[in-house]
């Protein structure tokens, strides 16, 4: 994918307002990353001036020309959505970020409502709410050079994007970084836990928790040094960090947990696209 320079920034439907649809579309309006848009989804209280708010298909404005539909709903809905939006459809990119949803099917979909479109899969995650995501992104063989540099700018407006190069690349997306922060919302939940269990306050522990988790997040961003290190400098010799990870790093816990957690979620992903 290549750079262009000075493409206007795309008007949207956003098909699906909710957690992940509507994390994208906090970040976007945060950053002016949107021409006029439309959000379609039923269970949205208000969109702002100059964007529309369509809770049905018939509150589509009738001369509303998206240049991408944004897919943000659940995997299993894709087909009734592209239904409900097929007068919107052609013509246009479809930007997907469900997981397991192949370019091809949501191709077929749509050209079974007589649509063409071409087929950009993103997979991004909730933090870029506040413009700290992080994208894998495949534009299927089709998406013309305009579409795919409006597409990464866009996700590049709420974080970091990592083009992939083979669509099933996504499944691996998904399964580190789609799902990824739920793994350190876990973290923080956990941690916080071990201290209520042991006597601290519960806001003394919640705010240890959250301020860790959040602290080694913004310094891991900060700094240049790999991570491994940023742990060893946590870690005295023969101290309470190194009698904690000793506990950790066990090859039957952290290591294998976390190789299990990815792969199952990838298989899931894989699973879905069939
Ligand atoms: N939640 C995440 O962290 C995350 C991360 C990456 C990708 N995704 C993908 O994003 C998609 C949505 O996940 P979510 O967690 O945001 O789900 P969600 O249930 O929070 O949001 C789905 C939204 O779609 C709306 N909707 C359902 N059918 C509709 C229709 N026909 N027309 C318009 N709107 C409709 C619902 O009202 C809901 O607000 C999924 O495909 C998921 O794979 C989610």
């Known amino acids: 994918m290549t750079h262009a320079v000075n493409l206007p920034p795309p008007a949207l439907l956003l098909v699906g307002c909710g957690n992940m649809g509507g994390a994208l579309w906090d970040g976007w309006r945060e950053c002016d990353a949107i021409a006029p848009s439309v ?22 404005p009738p001369d509303f020309r998206p240049d991408f539909v944004v897919l943000a709903v659940k995997p299993a809905k894709a087909e009734d959505a592209i239904a409900l939006i097929s007068s919107c459809l052609d013509g246009t ?18 050209a079974r409502h007589g649509a063409t479109v071409s087929v950009v899969r993103a997979m991004p995650n909730t933090p870029a709410s506040i413009g700290q995501g992080v994208t894998g992104i495949f ?8 579409r795919r540099e409006q597409a990464l700018s866009l996700l590049r407006a709420v974080g970091g994007v990592a083009p992939v190069t ?20 876990l973290l923080a939940e956990l941690l916080e836990k071990a201290g209520i269990d042991r006597g601290l306050p519960p806001e003394t522990a ?27 400098n946590v870690t005295s010799p023969n101290g309470t960090t190194a009698r904690a990870l000793s506990c950790l790093m066990a090859p039957n816990a952290w290591p294998a947990s976390i190789d299990e957690a990815i792969t199952a979620a990838a298989e899931r992903a894989a699973e879905l696209a069939r």
Do not use: K, N
């Open 206 to 232: 919640r705010l240890l928790a959250r301020g860790t988790v959040s602290g080694a997040g913004a310094l891991l961003a900060a700094s240049s040094a790999e991570s491994h290190v940023l742990r060893e």
């Open 166 to 185: 083979h669509e099933r690349q996504l499944d691996l997306v998904t399964a580190i970084s789609g799902s990824g922060p739920a793994y350190v919302f």
């Open 93 to 110: 990119t479809l930007l997907s970020v469900m997981a397991g949803r192949s370019c091809a099917s949501l191709r077929e979909a749509a």
């Open 139 to 146: 534009a299927d063989h089709d998406v013309s050079p305009t």
């Open 39 to 60: 959000v379609l989804d039923r269970h949205r209280a208000s969109v702002p001036t100059p964007h529309h708010l369509a809770r049905t298909p018939q509150d589509i």
